[in-house]
Protein backbone atom coordinates (compact mmCIF):
# COMPACT_ATOMS: atom_id res chain seq x y z
CA UNK A 1 0.00 0.00 0.00
CA UNK A 2 3.04 2.11 0.14
CA UNK A 3 3.78 2.48 -3.73
CA UNK A 4 2.95 5.68 -4.75
CA UNK A 5 4.76 8.84 -3.85
CA UNK A 6 0.73 10.68 -3.47
CA UNK A 7 0.02 11.93 0.22
CA UNK A 8 -1.74 9.29 2.31
CA UNK A 9 -4.85 10.35 4.02
CA UNK A 10 -7.23 8.00 6.00
CA UNK A 11 -10.80 9.09 7.35
CA UNK A 12 -12.41 7.57 10.06
CA UNK A 13 -16.10 7.79 9.62
CA UNK A 14 -15.78 8.12 5.73
CA UNK A 15 -19.13 6.84 5.29
CA UNK A 16 -20.86 9.88 7.45
CA UNK A 17 -21.83 13.34 5.96
CA UNK A 18 -18.13 15.04 6.54
CA UNK A 19 -16.37 12.23 5.46
CA UNK A 20 -17.94 12.32 2.02
CA UNK A 21 -16.81 15.74 1.10
CA UNK A 22 -13.88 15.67 2.71
CA UNK A 23 -12.84 12.36 0.47
CA UNK A 24 -14.15 14.42 -2.82
CA UNK A 25 -11.66 17.52 -1.10
CA UNK A 26 -8.61 15.38 -1.01
CA UNK A 27 -9.17 13.21 -3.87
CA UNK A 28 -9.40 16.73 -5.80
CA UNK A 29 -5.98 18.03 -3.91
CA UNK A 30 -4.49 14.60 -5.53
CA UNK A 31 -4.13 12.56 -2.13
CA UNK A 32 -4.82 9.03 -1.65
CA UNK A 33 -7.53 8.69 0.34
CA UNK A 34 -8.23 5.43 2.58
CA UNK A 35 -11.82 5.15 4.02
CA UNK A 36 -12.07 3.31 7.50
CA UNK A 37 -15.29 1.05 7.38
CA UNK A 38 -16.97 -1.44 9.69
CA UNK A 39 -18.64 -4.49 8.88
CA UNK A 40 -22.38 -4.18 8.88
CA UNK A 41 -24.84 -6.27 7.42
CA UNK A 42 -26.26 -3.98 4.43
CA UNK A 43 -23.56 -1.60 2.30
CA UNK A 44 -23.23 2.10 4.23
CA UNK A 45 -21.37 3.61 1.38
CA UNK A 46 -24.07 5.61 -0.03
CA UNK A 47 -22.59 8.95 0.57
CA UNK A 48 -19.32 7.91 -1.16
CA UNK A 49 -20.86 5.65 -3.84
CA UNK A 50 -19.95 8.21 -6.63
CA UNK A 51 -16.30 8.38 -5.85
CA UNK A 52 -15.77 4.52 -4.31
CA UNK A 53 -13.79 3.58 -7.19
CA UNK A 54 -11.38 6.46 -6.33
CA UNK A 55 -11.30 5.26 -2.54
CA UNK A 56 -9.37 2.13 -0.36
CA UNK A 57 -11.56 0.70 2.06
CA UNK A 58 -9.93 -0.89 5.47
CA UNK A 59 -11.79 -2.78 7.64
CA UNK A 60 -11.57 -1.21 11.47
CA UNK A 61 -14.06 -0.49 14.75
CA UNK A 62 -12.94 2.43 16.98
CA UNK A 63 -14.21 -0.28 19.75
CA UNK A 64 -11.62 -2.25 18.81
CA UNK A 65 -8.35 -1.16 19.51
CA UNK A 66 -6.53 -4.15 17.02
CA UNK A 67 -8.36 -3.22 14.13
CA UNK A 68 -7.18 0.70 14.34
CA UNK A 69 -3.39 -0.29 14.66
CA UNK A 70 -3.54 -2.95 12.22
CA UNK A 71 -5.19 -0.13 9.68
CA UNK A 72 -2.88 2.54 10.27
CA UNK A 73 0.55 0.30 10.26
CA UNK A 74 -1.02 -0.79 6.48
CA UNK A 75 -1.86 2.40 5.37
CA UNK A 76 1.04 3.81 6.75
CA UNK A 77 -1.28 7.26 6.07
CA UNK A 78 0.69 10.79 6.55
CA UNK A 79 -2.72 12.12 7.88
CA UNK A 80 -5.25 10.95 10.12
CA UNK A 81 -8.94 12.60 10.17
CA UNK A 82 -11.00 11.15 12.48
CA UNK A 83 -14.44 11.56 12.06
CA UNK A 84 -15.99 8.55 13.14
CA UNK A 85 -18.17 8.59 15.82
CA UNK A 86 -21.71 7.86 17.86
CA UNK A 87 -22.97 11.52 16.58
CA UNK A 88 -26.53 11.77 17.39
CA UNK A 89 -26.89 13.20 20.57
CA UNK A 90 -30.18 11.89 21.42
CA UNK A 91 -28.87 7.83 21.15
CA UNK A 92 -26.39 9.03 23.69
CA UNK A 93 -28.76 9.53 26.53
CA UNK A 94 -30.20 5.82 25.23
CA UNK A 95 -27.00 4.15 24.16
CA UNK A 96 -24.42 6.30 26.84
CA UNK A 97 -21.54 3.55 27.08
CA UNK A 98 -21.07 2.38 23.28
CA UNK A 99 -21.35 6.79 22.95
CA UNK A 100 -18.44 7.20 25.10
CA UNK A 101 -16.38 3.64 23.87
CA UNK A 102 -17.06 4.88 20.62
CA UNK A 103 -16.77 8.97 20.80
CA UNK A 104 -14.55 9.29 23.70
CA UNK A 105 -12.37 6.44 23.85
CA UNK A 106 -11.89 5.60 20.73
CA UNK A 107 -10.24 8.73 20.27
CA UNK A 108 -7.40 7.28 22.20
CA UNK A 109 -7.30 4.14 20.19
CA UNK A 110 -6.55 6.30 17.35
CA UNK A 111 -3.72 8.20 18.94
CA UNK A 112 -2.38 5.11 20.87
CA UNK A 113 -2.24 3.25 17.17
CA UNK A 114 -0.35 6.18 16.11
CA UNK A 115 1.54 6.40 18.94
CA UNK A 116 2.93 2.67 18.41
CA UNK A 117 2.85 3.02 14.59
CA UNK A 118 4.80 6.03 13.60
CA UNK A 119 4.30 9.73 15.65
CA UNK A 120 4.79 12.00 12.73
CA UNK A 121 1.51 11.11 11.61
CA UNK A 122 -0.72 14.20 11.76
CA UNK A 123 -3.87 13.73 13.30
CA UNK A 124 -7.24 16.09 13.17
CA UNK A 125 -9.57 15.21 15.66
CA UNK A 126 -13.36 15.74 15.38
CA UNK A 127 -14.39 17.84 18.59
CA UNK A 128 -17.53 19.66 18.59
CA UNK A 129 -19.33 22.58 20.17
CA UNK A 130 -22.00 20.96 22.14
CA UNK A 131 -18.77 20.56 24.34
CA UNK A 132 -19.93 24.51 25.42
CA UNK A 133 -23.39 22.80 25.84
CA UNK A 134 -24.98 25.20 28.76
CA UNK A 135 -22.22 28.00 27.74
CA UNK A 136 -20.71 30.36 29.95
CA UNK A 137 -19.66 33.09 27.57
CA UNK A 138 -21.16 34.17 24.14
CA UNK A 139 -19.57 34.10 21.30
CA UNK A 140 -17.75 30.92 22.43
CA UNK A 141 -14.33 30.60 21.09
CA UNK A 142 -10.99 28.12 21.76
CA UNK A 143 -10.52 29.75 25.36
CA UNK A 144 -14.52 29.15 26.65
CA UNK A 145 -14.72 26.90 29.51
CA UNK A 146 -16.97 23.67 28.44
CA UNK A 147 -19.58 22.35 30.04
CA UNK A 148 -21.57 19.38 28.02
CA UNK A 149 -25.01 18.99 28.69
CA UNK A 150 -25.18 15.34 27.46
CA UNK A 151 -23.29 11.91 27.47
CA UNK A 152 -22.25 13.00 23.58
CA UNK A 153 -20.92 16.01 24.97
CA UNK A 154 -19.48 14.84 28.08
CA UNK A 155 -17.18 12.27 25.37
CA UNK A 156 -16.52 14.84 22.96
CA UNK A 157 -15.05 16.62 26.14
CA UNK A 158 -12.54 13.53 26.64
CA UNK A 159 -11.68 13.49 23.25
CA UNK A 160 -11.18 16.86 23.12
CA UNK A 161 -8.63 16.72 26.14
CA UNK A 162 -6.72 13.37 25.01
CA UNK A 163 -5.80 14.66 21.43
CA UNK A 164 -4.87 18.29 23.33
CA UNK A 165 -2.79 15.45 26.26
CA UNK A 166 -1.08 13.25 23.68
CA UNK A 167 0.05 16.50 21.88
CA UNK A 168 1.27 17.81 24.74
CA UNK A 169 2.84 14.55 26.35
CA UNK A 170 4.44 13.21 23.00
CA UNK A 171 4.62 15.77 20.80
CA UNK A 172 2.66 14.67 18.37
CA UNK A 173 0.96 17.06 15.59
CA UNK A 174 -2.37 16.19 16.80
CA UNK A 175 -5.01 18.99 16.78
CA UNK A 176 -8.73 19.59 17.34
CA UNK A 177 -10.93 21.64 15.15
CA UNK A 178 -14.27 23.01 17.68
CA UNK A 179 -16.48 22.44 14.94
CA UNK A 180 -20.19 24.19 14.97
CA UNK A 181 -22.87 22.43 13.28
CA UNK A 182 -22.85 22.03 10.06
CA UNK A 183 -24.95 20.47 7.44
CA UNK A 184 -25.79 19.76 3.73
CA UNK A 185 -28.07 17.81 1.61
CA UNK A 186 -25.87 14.76 2.95
CA UNK A 187 -26.72 15.46 6.40
CA UNK A 188 -28.89 12.44 8.48
CA UNK A 189 -32.07 12.86 8.51
CA UNK A 190 -32.74 12.89 11.86
CA UNK A 191 -30.78 15.69 12.43
CA UNK A 192 -33.00 18.99 13.09
CA UNK A 193 -32.01 20.89 9.86
CA UNK A 194 -32.31 17.71 7.16
CA UNK A 195 -35.92 16.38 9.13
CA UNK A 196 -37.10 19.76 8.57
CA UNK A 197 -36.08 20.28 4.42
CA UNK A 198 -36.73 16.70 4.08
CA UNK A 199 -40.41 17.34 5.47
CA UNK A 200 -40.53 20.22 3.27
CA UNK A 201 -40.25 18.77 0.18
CA UNK A 202 -42.71 15.78 1.46
CA UNK A 203 -45.30 18.28 2.28
CA UNK A 204 -44.65 20.69 -1.05
CA UNK A 205 -45.02 17.45 -2.81
CA UNK A 206 -48.30 16.10 -1.15
CA UNK A 207 -47.15 12.98 0.41
CA UNK A 208 -47.06 14.27 4.21
CA UNK A 209 -49.05 16.74 6.12
CA UNK A 210 -47.65 17.87 9.28
CA UNK A 211 -43.93 18.14 10.80
CA UNK A 212 -43.32 17.22 14.36
CA UNK A 213 -40.68 18.83 15.78
CA UNK A 214 -39.41 19.32 19.61
CA UNK A 215 -37.62 23.13 20.96
CA UNK A 216 -37.84 25.41 18.18
CA UNK A 217 -36.48 27.80 20.63
CA UNK A 218 -32.89 26.44 20.34
CA UNK A 219 -30.49 28.83 18.70
CA UNK A 220 -27.67 27.33 17.04
CA UNK A 221 -24.80 28.48 14.35
CA UNK A 222 -25.39 26.57 11.17
CA UNK A 223 -22.69 26.37 8.38
CA UNK A 224 -22.42 24.27 5.14
CA UNK A 225 -20.04 20.65 5.71
CA UNK A 226 -17.77 21.49 2.42
CA UNK A 227 -17.03 24.77 3.92
CA UNK A 228 -16.18 23.12 6.96
CA UNK A 229 -14.33 20.10 5.83
CA UNK A 230 -11.70 22.68 4.19
CA UNK A 231 -11.01 23.88 7.62
CA UNK A 232 -10.10 20.23 8.71
CA UNK A 233 -7.28 20.45 5.84
CA UNK A 234 -5.89 23.23 6.65
CA UNK A 235 -5.47 22.87 10.53
CA UNK A 236 -3.11 19.80 9.36
CA UNK A 237 -1.08 22.10 7.26
CA UNK A 238 0.32 24.52 9.92
CA UNK A 239 3.80 25.04 10.98
CA UNK A 240 2.60 24.26 14.71
CA UNK A 241 -0.69 22.29 15.70
CA UNK A 242 -3.13 24.36 17.15
CA UNK A 243 -6.73 23.69 18.06
CA UNK A 244 -9.43 26.32 16.16
CA UNK A 245 -13.25 26.64 16.52
CA UNK A 246 -14.35 26.68 13.12
CA UNK A 247 -18.54 28.48 12.67
CA UNK A 248 -20.23 31.17 10.65
CA UNK A 249 -20.53 33.48 13.35
CA UNK A 250 -24.54 33.64 13.19
CA UNK A 251 -26.78 31.74 15.58
CA UNK A 252 -30.59 31.30 14.02
CA UNK A 253 -33.26 29.25 16.37
CA UNK A 254 -35.00 26.44 14.88
CA UNK A 255 -37.95 28.08 14.14
CA UNK A 256 -35.97 30.55 12.04
CA UNK A 257 -35.04 27.52 9.68
CA UNK A 258 -38.37 26.34 9.29
CA UNK A 259 -39.20 29.61 8.95
CA UNK A 260 -36.95 29.96 5.96
CA UNK A 261 -37.23 26.31 4.68
CA UNK A 262 -41.08 26.45 4.27
CA UNK A 263 -40.69 29.98 3.18
CA UNK A 264 -38.38 28.75 0.13
CA UNK A 265 -41.47 26.39 -1.49
CA UNK A 266 -44.16 29.30 -0.90
CA UNK A 267 -45.42 27.80 2.38
CA UNK A 268 -46.53 29.18 6.14
CA UNK A 269 -44.27 26.58 8.15
CA UNK A 270 -47.10 27.35 10.71
CA UNK A 271 -49.79 25.49 9.09
CA UNK A 272 -47.60 22.23 9.34
CA UNK A 273 -45.40 22.19 11.87
CA UNK A 274 -46.29 20.18 15.12
CA UNK A 275 -44.69 20.99 18.95
CA UNK A 276 -43.82 17.15 19.91
CA UNK A 277 -42.87 16.50 23.65
CA UNK A 278 -41.24 13.46 22.37
CA UNK A 279 -38.29 15.29 20.58
CA UNK A 280 -37.75 17.24 23.94
CA UNK A 281 -34.32 16.20 25.27
CA UNK A 282 -33.52 15.47 29.04
CA UNK A 283 -31.33 18.53 29.21
CA UNK A 284 -30.76 20.96 26.20
CA UNK A 285 -28.02 23.34 24.78
CA UNK A 286 -30.20 26.27 24.31
CA UNK A 287 -27.78 28.96 22.34
CA UNK A 288 -24.35 28.40 20.58
CA UNK A 289 -22.57 31.01 18.65
CA UNK A 290 -19.05 30.67 17.58
CA UNK A 291 -16.15 33.17 16.91
CA UNK A 292 -14.22 32.21 14.33
CA UNK A 293 -11.18 34.87 14.68
CA UNK A 294 -8.26 32.70 15.09
CA UNK A 295 -9.34 30.21 12.15
CA UNK A 296 -9.72 33.62 9.98
CA UNK A 297 -6.14 34.78 11.07
CA UNK A 298 -4.37 32.07 11.18
CA UNK A 299 -5.81 29.59 8.55
CA UNK A 300 -7.12 31.92 6.24
CA UNK A 301 -10.49 30.19 6.98
CA UNK A 302 -13.65 31.79 5.88
CA UNK A 303 -17.40 30.19 5.50
CA UNK A 304 -18.69 30.84 2.35
CA UNK A 305 -22.13 29.65 1.81
CA UNK A 306 -24.73 32.18 4.01
CA UNK A 307 -27.61 30.74 6.03
CA UNK A 308 -30.20 31.23 3.64
CA UNK A 309 -28.18 30.08 0.95
CA UNK A 310 -27.68 26.75 2.89
CA UNK A 311 -31.47 26.27 4.04
CA UNK A 312 -31.95 26.85 0.53
CA UNK A 313 -29.91 24.41 -1.28
CA UNK A 314 -30.51 22.01 1.23
CA UNK A 315 -34.93 21.81 0.41
CA UNK A 316 -33.78 22.28 -3.10
CA UNK A 317 -32.16 18.75 -3.39
CA UNK A 318 -34.67 17.40 -1.05
CA UNK A 319 -37.53 18.88 -3.88
CA UNK A 320 -35.39 16.77 -6.15
CA UNK A 321 -35.19 13.81 -4.40
CA UNK A 322 -38.41 13.45 -3.57
CA UNK A 323 -39.70 14.18 -6.75
CA UNK A 324 -37.43 11.40 -8.34
CA UNK A 325 -38.92 8.82 -5.88
CA UNK A 326 -42.16 9.95 -6.83
CA UNK A 327 -40.94 9.51 -10.54
CA UNK A 328 -40.12 5.86 -10.12
CA UNK A 329 -43.93 5.07 -8.36
CA UNK A 330 -41.92 4.95 -4.90
CA UNK A 331 -43.61 6.90 -2.02
CA UNK A 332 -40.46 8.55 -0.65
P1 LIG B 1 -22.11 11.13 10.86
O1 LIG B 1 -22.70 11.48 9.54
O2 LIG B 1 -22.99 10.64 11.94
O3 LIG B 1 -20.96 10.02 10.58
C1 LIG B 1 -20.41 9.28 11.64
C2 LIG B 1 -19.42 8.28 11.07
O4 LIG B 1 -18.84 7.52 12.15
C3 LIG B 1 -20.05 7.24 10.12
O5 LIG B 1 -19.18 7.03 9.03
C4 LIG B 1 -20.11 5.99 10.98
O6 LIG B 1 -20.04 4.78 10.23
C5 LIG B 1 -18.82 6.15 11.79
N1 LIG B 1 -18.79 5.30 12.98
C6 LIG B 1 -19.70 5.26 13.98
N2 LIG B 1 -19.33 4.35 14.91
C7 LIG B 1 -18.15 3.80 14.48
C8 LIG B 1 -17.28 2.81 14.99
N3 LIG B 1 -17.53 2.17 16.14
N4 LIG B 1 -16.16 2.50 14.30
C9 LIG B 1 -15.89 3.11 13.11
N5 LIG B 1 -16.69 4.06 12.56
C10 LIG B 1 -17.81 4.40 13.25
O7 LIG B 1 -21.29 12.38 11.44
P2 LIG B 1 -20.82 13.74 10.72
O8 LIG B 1 -21.92 14.73 10.80
O9 LIG B 1 -20.19 13.43 9.44
O10 LIG B 1 -19.71 14.25 11.75
C11 LIG B 1 -18.36 13.81 11.64
C12 LIG B 1 -17.68 13.98 13.00
O11 LIG B 1 -17.72 15.35 13.39
C13 LIG B 1 -18.31 13.21 14.15
O12 LIG B 1 -17.28 12.82 15.03
C14 LIG B 1 -19.20 14.23 14.82
O13 LIG B 1 -19.41 13.89 16.18
C15 LIG B 1 -18.35 15.47 14.65
N6 LIG B 1 -19.05 16.76 14.60
C16 LIG B 1 -20.06 16.93 13.73
C17 LIG B 1 -20.68 18.17 13.63
C18 LIG B 1 -21.80 18.41 12.66
O14 LIG B 1 -22.49 19.41 12.82
N7 LIG B 1 -21.97 17.57 11.65
C19 LIG B 1 -20.24 19.23 14.47
C20 LIG B 1 -19.19 19.00 15.34
C21 LIG B 1 -18.58 17.77 15.39
P3 LIG B 1 -21.39 3.95 9.79
O15 LIG B 1 -21.78 4.53 8.46
O16 LIG B 1 -20.88 2.57 9.70
O17 LIG B 1 -22.42 4.18 10.85
N1 LIG C 1 -32.79 16.17 16.01
C1 LIG C 1 -33.81 16.97 16.30
N2 LIG C 1 -35.08 16.58 15.95
N3 LIG C 1 -33.57 18.14 16.93
C2 LIG C 1 -34.62 18.94 17.19
C3 LIG C 1 -35.93 18.60 16.84
C4 LIG C 1 -36.18 17.36 16.21
O1 LIG C 1 -37.30 16.99 15.89
N4 LIG C 1 -36.75 19.62 17.22
C5 LIG C 1 -35.98 20.56 17.77
N5 LIG C 1 -34.69 20.15 17.77
C6 LIG C 1 -33.56 20.89 18.34
C7 LIG C 1 -32.73 20.08 19.32
O2 LIG C 1 -33.37 20.03 20.61
C8 LIG C 1 -31.42 20.84 19.30
O3 LIG C 1 -31.49 21.91 20.23
C9 LIG C 1 -31.35 21.44 17.88
O4 LIG C 1 -32.66 21.24 17.30
C10 LIG C 1 -30.31 20.79 16.99
O5 LIG C 1 -30.46 19.39 17.05
P1 LIG C 1 -29.64 18.40 16.05
O6 LIG C 1 -29.85 18.82 14.64
O7 LIG C 1 -30.00 16.99 16.43
O8 LIG C 1 -28.11 18.73 16.35
P2 LIG C 1 -27.30 18.93 17.73
O9 LIG C 1 -27.00 20.39 17.85
O10 LIG C 1 -27.94 18.25 18.87
O11 LIG C 1 -25.96 18.12 17.42
C11 LIG C 1 -25.28 18.27 16.16
O12 LIG C 1 -24.35 19.33 16.25
C12 LIG C 1 -23.26 19.11 17.16
C13 LIG C 1 -22.38 20.36 17.11
O13 LIG C 1 -22.90 21.33 17.98
C14 LIG C 1 -24.61 16.93 15.82
O14 LIG C 1 -24.12 16.97 14.51
C15 LIG C 1 -23.45 16.64 16.75
O15 LIG C 1 -22.77 15.46 16.32
C16 LIG C 1 -22.51 17.85 16.72
O16 LIG C 1 -21.39 17.63 17.55
Not at 111 to 132: G, N, P, T
Request: charged share 25%.
Amino acid sequence: MKATTAKRAMITGITGQDGSYLAEMLLDKGYEVFGVVRRTSTETIERVNHIKDRLIFVQADLTDQTSVISAIDEVRPHEVYNLAAQSFVPTSWKQPILTGDVTALGVTRVLEAIRVVDKSIRMYQASSSEMFGKVVETPQTEQTPLYPRSPYGVAKCYGHYITVNYRESYGMYAVSGILFNHESPRRGLEFVTRKITDGVARIKLGTQDKLHLGNLDAKRDWGFAKDYVRAMWLMLQQDEPDDYVISSGQTHSVRDFCEAAFGHVGLDWQQHVVVDPRFHRPAEVSLLLGDHAKARAKLGWEPEVSFQSLVQLMVDADLERVQQSLDHGVRA
